[in-house]
Structures are given as structure tokens and as C-alpha cells.
């Protein structure tokens, strides 16, 4: 089989290829390096001993996406590229419904063409918004608060026509909680540029005196200790989470929408604990003001991925915590 991974040199991308190999799988990767740079196609090489097929290209650009249709026997793709800041797509909503819905659109009018139906995307918790309920499950309403939000909605609902459209479409839109963690040789993993707005990254660069201390937004949410609570999910736990998914497309399945998280979720000051204690390191903190847009709690009801595709998350918080540092302190400017 021949899978085709568009951002597949990017964080989540780049670990999903390495399980992908490791089923013998082809690789194919699309990405036009906005947001990551070749050298990952080494490491990948030097974990898996297999060197991916890599296309610099745009998936905006549709000459260039039936090009590749035409040249691979493409059996499914694996679609992460995309612009992921929230805050960034507040200030530039254009730039990201450009990117990220156009860009998906563009790729599903390929794959149309190419005859190529079975997709799996990559759509994020952020589409429960101010979560209806918790645990959050499938069937929570999807209201979104910010245009990256929009964006993976919109992309969720233009794949749910196509199917309902046509019955050979199948989809698997997985709704990612907060990866974290990197593989554990240390090789590969998350490579943000500039100043981090996730946690885990802030919390590894102050670990490695690249920032002075970490600021808690927020100590007064309703939560046992008044910081926010996430569902923080190892990046190689969701890596083999779109292994799982491809072995959905035994047959034509349609729409299908799955959590993928541990349904645990931990606050601001337990990933700070918990990260001193595994790497016995000090991480200097501040509590500040909430940041906006933020909400109190958020963790999945993770049921249904094992239901459908027999995945769980395997790894727990100390291990997430080991990796995360065992990447930082190996490759403190990252891939530079
Ligand atoms: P990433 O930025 O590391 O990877 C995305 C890759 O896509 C990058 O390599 C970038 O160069 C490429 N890309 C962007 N726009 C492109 C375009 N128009 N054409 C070709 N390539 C393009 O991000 P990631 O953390 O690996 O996230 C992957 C996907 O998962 C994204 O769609 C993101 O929205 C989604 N997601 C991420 C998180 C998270 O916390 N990391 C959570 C939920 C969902
Ligand atoms: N957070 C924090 N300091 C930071 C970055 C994040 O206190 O420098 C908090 C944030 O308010 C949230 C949690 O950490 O409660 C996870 O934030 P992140 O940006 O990693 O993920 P998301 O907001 O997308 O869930």
C-alpha cells in the first residue's frame, strides 16, 4: 500500500510516517516546508531505515497534487498540512481559510479526479468549543471559537458531503486532544518556531534555559487546583492512532468522526510536577492572568476509537514527560 502524507515532514506527521514504515507501508509526503525543514526525512531514515518519497509542494497547488496522483498508485492519504495557531488565525482569519480550507478542498478535488477516496484528517478537539459536556464524546455539539476551529470544521463537514454525496468516499476525521512527547530515540520531535504557545514546548525550553520561567495562565479556573485541565496524549500513541484508522478502509465507511485522546486529564501545575519529578529538574513558574480564549477543562471520552479501530493511548504522563525532554536536552534548537 502506498499511502500519500501531506505534512509529513511536520511534527505529528513526521512520527505518524515512522509506525508507517514500520508496517511496511510506502510513504509518500507532500509539504511546502512553511512550517519544517528536510533534515526530518534523515531521522525518519535513521529510525525506520526507509527514506520517505518527499514532494516539496503547496496543496493549494492542484497541477501539482495530480501529478503526483498520476505518477504513484496512491491507496489512501493521511492529511495533516496546515496552520495550527489559534491566535494567529484570529489575526490573519484570510491567511488560514486559504491555507487550510482551500488547501483541503484543493486536495479532495485531486483525489476525486485521481479515483483516490479514503482519507484520514487531521481535525482537533477545538471543535467543541466551550465543551457541552465532559468527558467530551463524538456527539457533543461542535461550535466552534476561533477560525482555526472554523477552519478544521468546515473541512469536517465539506468531507461529510462528499461521502454523503458519493458512497465510495470513506473518512476518518481524528479529533486530536493535545499531542505531546517525541519518539523516544530522540531524533525526531516537536521543533515550534519562535517563542512556544503550547505548554509542553515552553515547559521543555525552560527546563533547558532557553526561557527564564514559565507563566501559568490562569490559577482561579474551576478546577482542584484553578489551572486549566487538558487531555495530553503521547505523540507516538496518536502516531499508531492513524495506523489504526487505515485499516478502516477495508471497505467504504463514509463520514466517521473519532476522539483520539486518554480521557485523562491533568492541570497546568500536575504537567509541572509531574515533568520536576520524571526529570528531576526545577521549572520556575509565575502564575498569570487567564489568556483569552481559554477554557477551564478539556478531556476526551476516548470509547469510540477503541470500539471502531481497537486503539487506546498506551503511554502515560511520566513517559510523555521522559521523551519531551529526552528531544529537548538532544536538540535544544531543535532540527537547526
Ligand atoms: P506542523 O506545523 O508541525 O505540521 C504541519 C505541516 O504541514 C508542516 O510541515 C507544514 O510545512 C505543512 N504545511 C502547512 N501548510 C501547507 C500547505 N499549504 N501545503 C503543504 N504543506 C503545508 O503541525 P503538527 O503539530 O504536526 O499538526 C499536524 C496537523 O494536526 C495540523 O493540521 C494541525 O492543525 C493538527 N492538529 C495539531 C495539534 C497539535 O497540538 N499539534 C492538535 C490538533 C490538531
Ligand atoms: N498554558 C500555560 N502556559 C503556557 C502555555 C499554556 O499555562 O505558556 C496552559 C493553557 O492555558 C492551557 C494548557 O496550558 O490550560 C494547554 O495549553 P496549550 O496551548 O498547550 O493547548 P490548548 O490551549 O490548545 O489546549
Request: glycine share 8%; proline share 4%; aromatic share 8%.
Amino acid at each position: 500500500m502506498a499511502i500519500l502524507v501531506t505534512g509529513g515532514t511536520g511534527y505529528i506527521g513526521s512520527h505518524t510516517v515512522v509506525e508507517l514504515h514500520q508496517q511496511g507501508l510506502e510513504v509518500i509526503i507532500v509539504d511546502n516546508l512553511s512550517n519544517s525543514k528536510t533534515v526530518v526525512l534523515d531521522k525518519i531514515e535513521t529510525i525506520s531505515g526507509k527514506r520517505p518519497i518527499f514532494i516539496e509542494a503547496d496543496i493549494r497547488d492542484s497541477q501539482a497534487l495530480d501529478d503526483i496522483f498520476s505518477e504513484y498508485n496512491i491507496d489512501a492519504v493521511i492529511h495533516f498540512a496546515g496552520l495550527k495557531a489559534v491566535g494567529e488565525s484570529v489575526a490573519q482569519p484570510l491567511r488560514y481559510y486559504d491555507n487550510n480550507v482551500v488547501g483541503s478542498l484543493r486536495l479532495l478535488e485531486s483525489m476525486a479526479k485521481a479515483k483516490v477516496h479514503n482519507i484520514i484528517f487531521s481535525s482537533s478537539a477545538t471543535v467543541y468549543g466551550s465543551p457541552e459536556r465532559l468527558p467530551i464524546d463524538e456527539d457533543c455539539a461542535l461550535r466552534t471559537t476561533n477560525p482555526y476551529g472554523t477552519n478544521k470544521l468546515q473541512i469536517e463537514q465539506m468531507m461529510g458531503d462528499l461521502c454523503t454525496s458519493d458512497q465510495n468516499w470513506s473518512v476518518v476525521a481524528l479529533r486530536y486532544f493535545n499531542p505531546v512527547g517525541a519518539h523516544s530515540s530522540g531524533l525526531i520531535g516537536e521543533d515550534p518556531s519562535g517563542i512556544p504557545n503550547n505548554l509542553m514546548p515552553f515547559i521543555t525550553q525552560v527546563a533547558s534555559g532557553l526561557r527564564e520561567q514559565l507563566s501559568v495562565f490562569g490559577n482561579d479556573y474551576d478546577t482542584p487546583d484553578g489551572s486549566g485541565i487538558r487531555d495530553y496524549i503521547h505523540v507516538v500513541d496518536l502516531a499508531i492512532g492513524h495506523v489504526k484508522a487505515l485499516a478502516m478502509f477495508k471497505q467504504s465507511i463514509g463520514f466517521n468522526a473519532i476522539n483520539l485522546g486518554t480521557g485523562n486529564g491533568y492541570s497546568v501545575l500536575e504537567m509541572v510536577e509531574s515533568f520536576e519529578r520524571v526529570n528531576q529538574l526545577k521549572i520556575p513558574y509565575q502564575i498569570s492572568p487567564r489568556r483569552p480564549g481559554d477554557i477551564a477543562s478539556c478531556y476526551a471520552q476516548p470509547d469510540k476509537a477503541y470500539a471502531v479501530m481497537g486503539w487506546q493511548a498506551e503511554k502515560g504522563l511520566d513517559q510523555m514527560m521522559k521523551d519531551a525532554w529526552h528531544w529537548q536536552s538532544k536538540n535544544p534548537k531543535g532540527y537547526q
